[in-house]
């Protein structure tokens, strides 16, 4: 399949995201990495999302910052395959980190403590 690298959309993840829907469409035996996994199923998806979180972890700890991009962007891609599946679009995430923005951690985490000791 041919590709170039020139996105038709500003937003790198969204260009990523609806050419992942374009290949979750393809028949059978088209050549596509991202149909191979909705071939294989969600386990797989899952499974390549655990494999890439640990070795950006992994290049976290190296301290080599180029390795540390290579490998999120292979987290981040495999994550969109994910939302994918589920048909969610990015724009879903952002959303809720915009919903989170401003918010602390801190306090929210003591809010959801509190809300938890008043439901026992
Ligand atoms: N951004 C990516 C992208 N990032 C990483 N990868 C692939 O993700 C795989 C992960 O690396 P691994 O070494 O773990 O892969 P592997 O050993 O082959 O995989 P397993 O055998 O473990 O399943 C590699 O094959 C990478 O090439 C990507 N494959 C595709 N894309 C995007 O998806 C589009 C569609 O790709 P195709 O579906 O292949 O046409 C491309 O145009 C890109 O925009």
Same mark, same amino acid.
């Given at each position: 399949?041919?590709?170039?690298?020139?996105?038709?959309?500003?937003? &790198?993840? #969204?260009?990523?995201?609806?050419?992942?829907?374009?290949? %979750?469409?393809?028949? +059978?035996? *088209?050549?596509? !990495?991202?149909?191979?996994?909705?071939?294989?199923?969600?386990?797989?998806?899952?499974?390549? &999302?655990? #494999?890439?979180?640990?070795?950006?972890?992994?290049?976290? %700890?190296?301290?080599? +910052?180029? *390795?540390?991009? !290579?490998?999120?962007?292979?987290?981040?891609?495999?994550?969109?395959?994910?939302?994918?599946?589920?048909?969610?679009?990015?724009?879903?995430?952002?959303?809720?980190?915009?919903?989170?923005?401003?918010?602390?951690?801190?306090?929210?985490?003591?809010?959801?403590?509190?809300?938890?000791?008043?439901?026992?």
């Amino acid at each position: 399949m041919s590709s170039d690298n020139t996105s038709p959309h500003p937003d &790198i993840l #969204e260009a990523v995201y609806q050419i992942i829907l374009e290949r %979750k469409q393809l028949g +059978p035996g *088209e050549k596509s !990495y991202v149909k191979s996994l909705y071939d294989k199923g969600l386990d797989k998806i899952l499974a390549k &999302i655990g #494999e890439e979180a640990t070795e950006t972890a992994v290049a976290g %700890k190296g301290g080599n +910052p180029d *390795e540390v991009v !290579y490998e999120a962007a292979d987290l981040i891609f495999h994550l969109l395959v994910l939302l994918g599946y589920y048909e969610l679009p990015p724009e879903t995430i952002y959303a809720e980190l915009r919903r989170r923005f401003g918010v602390s951690g801190i306090d929210e985490k003591a809010s959801r403590q509190l809300s938890e000791g008043s439901d026992s």
